[in-house]
């Protein structure tokens, strides 16, 4: 009984220090990450393999793994860049993003956890700067920001090239101007709208001019084909047509042949 104790001591020390070595021993990950195992004894970073999945797993305690999440991630940037006629420009733009599974092992051994700030906001930070740099600032105002939008996206995937992160999209949303050339740009766009209006209603005045000029020109070459049709035989013809039509009515009247030119003189009860 005495001896049981010192027996049993040494037991339990070794179940603790069992039960730490698992703890150690096991990884768990979450969905939307991945983890890049890195080898003490063996090589450091495992490249070569497949980073390790969402799960369970079992690792060596003298073994490291670094989590990374790889589902799409947004980084918002707001950044100070110059136009093409050197003013200044803030631009807020939205990037998503995400690294690339397959080299998620390359990406943590060059460029560490904090790829982001080394890599990805120097890329569209330069993208961003080169491609206000080509336009005037009534340009990015008004009509531009959709085209922005796709240099930036193109010219960051250039950059981003064999960086082992991938951009999904660029959004830009918002594009602020000293407010001495907004309010300048404003009032130009304002006179342009005003012009257009002008021209519009010129051109509408136009038209229906040259609708009422037709419609005149229709009516009176009616006239003349009319007037040239016309003989006293037809009108005679008509005439007579006329008293017929007339002496069928139920109407009372009285109707007179004579008058010189042979047309009927109709007269009514009144």
Known sequence: ?????????????????LIILIAKSTVTINSGEAGVLYKTFAGGVVTEEP?????????????????????QQSLDEKMQVLSSNGLEINLDATVWFQPNYSELGKLHQEKGEAYIQRVLQPAIRSAARSVVGRYIPEQLYASKR?????????????????????INEVLVRDV???????????RKLGQEQESLEYVFRLEKAEKEA?????????KATANRILSESL????????GIQATLDLARSPNSKVV?????????LILGDN
């Not at 305690?61 to 990374?68: A, K, L, M, Q, S």
């Not at 609708?211 to 005149?216: C, E, G, L, N, S």
């Not at 007179?256 to 009927?264: A, E, K, L, R, S």
């Open 146 to 166: 959709e085209a922005i939008q796709k240099e930036i996206f193109d010219e960051t995937a250039i950059l981003l090239q064999n960086q082992y992160v991938q």
């Open 176 to 186: 602020s101007l000293p407010t001495t050339i907004k309010d300048a740009i404003e």
């Open 256 to 264: 007179v042949i004579g008058g010189g030119d042979g047309m009927p």
């Open 51 to 71: 980073p390790l999945s969402e799960g369970f797993h079992l690792v060596a305690p003298w073994n490291r793994v670094f989590i990374y999440e790889v589902r």
């Open 231 to 238: 003989n006293d035989q037809i009108l005679r013809e008509k």
């Open 210 to 218: 040259e609708r009422q000029r037709i419609d005149a020109e229709g």
């Open 1 to 17: 009984m005495e001896k049981l104790p010192k027996i049993g001591l040494p037991i339990l020390f070794a179940v603790v220090v």
